[in-house]
């Protein structure tokens, strides 16, 4: 047997100078899992260890300055390194130590000047937060949250307005641009501003970031997410823009699908993206498994007058492009019923819409399909398990919000009453495909035998 050829592949290089965080949701963990979501191979120096989990730190071990040195020199001679990223640096002579490598560097930097705990507990002497300074200087970006931001610059961050003053404070202190995020300024939704130096019109650009809040107290490694997310993104050569944009949403959706494991709160899922997209063709083969069961069972009388739609989310969907849906629908022939195009991801239907709005609710609901209504399908819904549970007429968000908050659980089948421009239907939906292939079956057995 002959041996194979070798293939292999040069994704860009970016490092991260971090302590690690031995439960695995923040620091250089977070970290390199972060990069390489982002198709970036991680390297790292180890500012300091410490002993921790999900309830709090128990120990830290900050590591001599030369073999910090030493180790961010490792990686820089051997490897064609695009972008840093900082996070945990303990000491003033950690900070000045990395201060100087940043300094020798050819690649942007990205320093998360981690002060402040989730506790709201202050990390470093006041000294050690002077030493940042010198750090700003050489950086692309800092990436304070908003109590970092207060004692960077002795400022009340308590809005965006005071966000964005603070922003242009770290940025007269030498950095290329802040990011000062918004998760702990009050509001239903974050806000985090992107103030950017123009030095060519001595002025300064702000951009804001929003997205609704998530309602969880696990946001542990959030911000080491965040910031090696960008982090990543400029070594890909993106701008600095594109970096932030990207990388907000990212974490965005690694806090919404965080990772439930210990006695505290939990941390981000670093991974939520990439199993999203790897969870897509298997949510395809379900649908379309789906679809030909349905039409070989031909349940023809639940197809309304304008066809069925059958739709999949992946676990992490979170948005109707990413649903994968019945390009063209069911619809009834001579036969029995057909789908006029195949299965894809995007289709854009009010059935994916409907779906994303009732994730909002019960996230486990992955599948659904749209079902004619009228009185026989009424009655024969009570012939299913779980709840039935009718919405208001309205829009269909609207309707779907108002029906799913007559139950704590999630329901079997949603009846939408439509309105002015669409007809009433049900919407049959289930957290995987088999349930919601024998539902709609079971519904069209209690038809039939009616």
Avoid: W
């Amino acid at each position: 047997m002959t041996t194979r050829q070798h293939a292999p592949v040069s994704p860009p290089v970016a490092l991260t100078i971090a302590g690690s965080d031995s439960g695995g949701g923040a620091g250089i963990q977070a970290d390199v899992k972060t990069m390489e979501a982002h198709d970036v191979f991680g390297t790292s120096a180890i500012t300091a260890t410490t002993a921790q989990n999900t309830t709090g730190v128990e120990d830290i071990n900050v590591l001599p300055t030369d073999h910090i040195a030493a180790q961010i020199d490792a990686v820089v001679d051997d490897f064609a390194v695009e972008a840093i990223k900082t996070g945990m640096l303990a000491t003033e002579a950690v900070i000045e130590t990395v201060a100087d490598a940043l300094a020798d560097a050819d690649a942007p930097a990205v320093v998360d000047p981690v002060m402040v705990a989730a506790t709201g507990d202050r990390l470093l002497s006041e000294a050690a937060e002077a030493a940042y300074e010198a750090a700003f200087a050489h950086a692309r970006l800092v990436t304070p949250n908003a109590d970092e931001a207060e004692l960077l610059t002795d400022r009340t961050v308590d809005s965006t307005a005071a966000a964005e003053a603070a922003g242009r404070d770290i940025v007269a202190m030498g950095a290329d641009a802040a990011l000062v995020k918004g998760g702990h300024i009050d509001g239903d939704e974050v806000v985090d501003t992107l103030v950017i130096d123009e030095t060519a019109t001595d002025a300064t650009h702000t951009e804001q970031f929003t997205h609704p809040r998530i309602d969880t107290d696990a946001t542990h490694g959030s911000g080491c997410t965040l910031s090696s997310a960008i982090a990543a993104r400029l070594a890909s050569g993106e701008s600095l823009t594109e970096a932030v944009a990207g990388g907000v949403a990212f974490m965005e959706r690694a806090v919404r699908y965080g990772i439930d494991v210990g006695d505290g709160p939990g941390a981000v899922n670093h991974l939520a993206e990439t199993r999203d997209r790897a969870d897509r063709e298997a949510t395809a083969a379900a649908v379309e498994r789906i679809v030909a069961r349905l039409v070989g069972g031909n349940v023809e009388t639940l197809v309304p007058p304008t066809g069925m739609d059958i739709v999949g989310a992946t676990r992490y969907a979170e948005t109707p492009d990413e649903v994968v849906g019945v390009d063209g629908r069911l619809s009834p022939t001579r036969t029995g019923i057909r789908h006029n195009a195949g299965v894809r991801s995007g289709v854009g239907s009010d059935l994916a819409h409907r779906l994303i709005d009732a994730r909002e609710t019960f996230p486990t609901l992955r599948f659904a399909c749209n079902a004619r209504f009228d009185d026989a399908v009424e009655q024969a819904l009570d012939t299913l398990d779980d709840p039935v549970v009718h919405g208001e007429a309205g829009p269909p968000s609207e309707t779907i919000a108002t029906a799913l908050d007559a139950t704590d659980t999630p329901p079997a089948a949603i009846v939408d009453p439509g309105g002015e421009s669409r007809p009433s239907e049900v919407v049959l939906t289930a957290a995987d495909a088999r349930t919601l292939r024998e539902r709609t079956l079971a519904l069209h057995e209690a038809l039939i035998t009616e």
